[in-house]
């Protein structure tokens, strides 16, 4: 027998169950069902890691060493170039003529060496797009998988950050690629879950 | 010695796990048995079903990886000529 339900707005069940892996269903009374999938999702959470080592979670926009990455934008004679780079330039260039450039990047840890550049730095470091959109979010799909496990993955995602900094290299080792393999089918399945609470707690899914 | 010196300061979460490097293929078991759980959990209105519903979807989860793990090995032969 199914368990009574309770009377939840949909948009209040989803938000819960994107905030704890289904959250959505203790509040509308299935509680066995939101205790199973609770425990489903952690675990495969867990044994990810476990597997593969806090490294295993991507976090996008910052580098294998924990920094953030910026694009750096030159002119270089009338075309523009756009340079990726988590080393950001920290002074303003200082011209040495023909077209040749000195500038100082921030370095973690140490103090900045003066480096030559042929073109100009035409803007600060920022956040632009450099492939298609297509192209990037196929090369992240397995970071949105990692993503949706919503609150579980901001945590382990600042400590992925923070063993990075600590110089902790990432494992590309088989068990590592079978650990990734953990993170993305839990965040596929909170995914289902938050689509299927949504449907409960609307009604949806007694109308199938 | 190196190896030794690793695995004194292996710690669990941090680093990769340490150990059952060839036997990784033994870890897609409980991937397919939570996949199945989870989903059967969601997917059946009356939840007496869904340990029944799971076990069988662990099934063909494993029969599943076998059959394409043969076929993978057959088109190796295959290539390799």
Known sequence: MAAPRRKI??????????????????????RQRGGIVLIGILLLFVIGILLAGIRVVTVPGFDDDGYRTFVEIYRDGSAYRAVKTSRPVIAP???LGR?????????????PKPEQVSYELVRGPRWIMLDSPIKAIGENVSVLAHVLN????????VASIVAAREQLPKSYSRLADIGSLYLVVSGM?????IADTYSRASGLEQRR | MILTLLQQSYRPFVHPLWGGWDYW????????????????SVRVDDLSLMPRQAMRACGKFIGSFILIAIALWVLMLFLEG
């Open chain 1, 9 to 30: 707005s949909p948009a209040l069940a989803t938000i819960a169950s994107i905030l704890v892996p289904g959250g959505g269903y203790f509040l509308i009374g299935e």
């Open chain 1, 93 to 95: 260039p200082r011209p």
């Open chain 1, 99 to 111: 077209g040749r450039w000195e500038i100082q990047r921030w370095q973690p840890g140490a103090e």
């Open chain 1, 150 to 157: 919503g609150p579980m993955y901001i945590g382990s995602a």
């Open chain 1, 189 to 193: 399945l909170n995914l289902l879950v």
């Open chain 2, 25 to 40: 293929y033994l870890f897609l078991l409980p991937l397919a048995l939570l996949v199945s759980v989870v989903y059967k």
